[in-house]
């Protein structure tokens, strides 16, 4: 269904800001529209979504005919970086298999500047899975979390630190996309919900901004259907850990983490709490410890461990409950804070709230949990969430709990 808006009036979560189509900003992407690199063509089918700094699109081999995906990033990124940290992968055989493949880049020149195009294998969204798991029996969820930190390992094995590990940024592998008709795949979805972008004002240059916003699909949705595709239906589902573009090289000067805050490690919240105007620390392999933790608790709970989350004393203090305890190098700001100094922290409340958890999620209708497994989960859990970063297990370590081991359902 198509609606008429002037540009200012777009407001939908569906769909990225009319402001990122500017200079240095977002390229102007269509349906349809050809793209080519030195090797292949693509044709833009259909949109899978947005992110801060790119907008992914789902698309056509123009030889084989295969579905891809194509994340092409605003003209102002630095995609270079994550080119490198894929050609790093590349070169230590083999490649991992629960990490996301680049199969091409290249770059495009238009009317907001030159960006450049990563091509991937297209991967649906783990939220979608996580949402729709129920007629799956959950069957799948203890493998899509050891996929993960299986995942991760590979990356910290050879010496890359993720940065940026959360639900979103962690897809799941569609064997079976390309058994699949294009006609099929899009009279699915039937004609793509667009938003006309109407200016108010004859616009300095008319070609940075699309003819209209899409709203993204979700590929699960078509391949979900058991009539659909009854083998992708049947088969254990495989995660892949994607974007890179926060990724860096383990032990080597990098940059600030930009992780999101409900999966930040304590240590590098603190700093952005404490010391807002400083640059703050970089993702290491112990912080992407603790954003596995939290991304495992999302996939099989499927809500966050820390709700709300935002860089404040109140996450400060939801970390340290379920930890039991305060950092030394927190003691001096803690006292200082009266919401802070005047709350208990313990092992005794750290146990009470994971208490509490296992009750809720015993009593959840229609999730068939036991008490026991969630008890080993919970255990495994809190030996990833411990403030002091030095005694969290590497990812390697967490991959051979024998949570994962388990039979049944979560």
Not at 113 to 118: A, F, K, N, W
Not at 207 to 219: D, E, F, K, N, Q
Request: hydrophobic share 40%; with cysteine; aromatic share 8%.
């Amino acid at each position: 269904m198509v609606k008429l808006s002037i540009i200012w009036g777009v407001d939908s979560d569906d769909v990225e800001s009319i402001e990122r189509y500017t200079s240095g900003g977002f390229h102007p992407t269509h349906i349809g529209e050809i793209l080519s690199s030195t090797k292949e063509r693509y044709r833009i089918l259909h949109k899978l979504g947005r992110g801060a700094f790119s907008t992914v699109w789902l698309a056509r081999w123009s030889r084989s005919e295969q579905f891809v995906a194509l994340k092409i990033c605003a003209a102002d990124s630095d995609p270079t970086h994550e080119i490198d940290i894929f050609e790093r992968l590349a070169s230590n055989s083999p490649v991992p298999e629960k990490v996301v493949k680049l199969l091409d880049h290249f770059t495009l020149q238009g009317p907001n500047g030159t960006h450049t195009v990563l091509v991937h294998n297209v991967l649906g969204s783990l939220s979608d899975v996580v949402d729709t798991l129920i007629w799956r029996g959950r069957k799948h969820v203890r493998k899509l979390c050891r996929d993960v930190t299986m995942g991760l390992a590979a990356l910290h094995e050879r010496g890359i630190v993720h940065g940026d590990l959360h639900a979103g940024n962690v897809g799941v592998d569609l064997p079976t996309l390309n058994n699949h008709s294009l006609v099929d795949v899009l009279e699915h979805y039937d004609q793509p919900n667009a938003t006309v972008v109407l200016p108010t004002e004859f616009p300095e240059n008319p070609g940075a901004l699309p003819h209209y916003l899409v709203s993204p699909i979700s590929v699960i949705d078509y391949l979900a259907k058991k009539e659909k595709d009854p083998p992708f239906f049947d088969m254990p589902l495989q995660a892949q850990i994607m974007d890179l573009g926060s990724a860096i090289i383990a032990d080597e000067q990098a940059f600030p983490a930009c992780t999101a805050a409900a999966v930040c490690a304590p240590e590098i919240m603190f700093e952005r709490v404490v010391r807002p105007n400083e640059p703050g620390r970089p993702s290491t392999r112990a912080s992407d410890v603790w954003s596995l933790a939290c991304t495992i608790y999302q996939i099989v709970f499927g809500g966050t461990l820390f709700h709300f989350a935002c860089p404040n004393d109140t996450l400060l203090c939801d970390m340290a409950k379920i930890c039991g305890e305060v950092p030394d190098e927190w003691r001096s700001y803690w006292e200082s804070q009266e919401e802070l100094r005047n709350t208990d922290i313990s092992p005794e409340v750290a146990d009470a709230e994971w208490k509490l958890l296992l009750d809720h999620m015993i009593t959840v209708p229609g999730k068939m949990r036991t008490e026991e497994d969630i008890k080993e989960l919970f255990g495994m859990l809190r030996s990833m969430l411990i403030l002091d970063p030095a005694r969290r297990p590497s990812a390697a370590e967490v991959a051979k709990h024998p949570w994962f081991e388990r039979e049944g359902l979560v």
